[in-house]
């Protein structure tokens, strides 16, 4: 948690900064972007680590759900090789976890599914590995910081107890931090227009659940690791606004 909140002060810190460095890129005439882009991804909390001394969970890691998400980014290149990017991207999150949820003989097993849309603002560091005459490989890594639109999950509807347990709303956090790390293919359509093909792994930093012990219920206040990781496929096109 020390970390997260270091990174996070760190963050604010250099923002106006970073936003310096695009405004003063664009003053020396440096070429800027936009790009559109669809992410398919599998997303996932991470793997408990606790004991399990229990039948309530048929998997430590539940299974890996397939979600999308889309965005648009606005590049700035600092140098042939080094560029900044910053932009909004709505991302569907969260995970299906199969759950035994009658101790009683035979066990019945349900899935909850939960649901995690946020509203994400990324900055990029990309670096230009290889540039052929009309195509480029990159990579590139930063920060993402998530604002939660969506805390859904249908954990109320599968429990055999008749009782009525704290809201969706209630139970997870309403931000998240990761660290993207990816691999860009940067293909010329026109002078100006590009195709963009890649992959990309994105890496939780914050405890999806919440840690308020009100709104804790059940086999979910058991939950040690709550991080949310995405492993995407990224397609896109984008234009050169300035020569």
Known sequence: MNFIYQLKKIFIKLYPFILCLFLSALANGQKHSISIYYKPSLTYFGKQTQSFNTIDFTSRSGNQTFNSSVGILYGYKLTSRLSLATGL??????????????RNFPISTRILKIELDYLRVPFIVNYSM?????????????????????RKDNYQDILFEDILIPKAEKRYKTQDWAIPLGINYRMEL????????????????TNAFTENENYKYGVLSWFDNSRQSRLALNIGISFNLTN
């Open 130 to 150: 290889a540039q052929m005459d009309k195509s480029e490989l990159g990579i590139y890594s930063g920060i993402s910081f998530g604002a939660e639109i969506k």
């Open 89 to 102: 991207e709505y991302a569907q999150q969260g995970q299906n976890i199969k759950l035994n949820v009658n």
């Open 190 to 205: 026109t002078p100006n227009v590009f195709a963009n093909f890649g992959a990309e792994y994105l890496i939780g930093l």
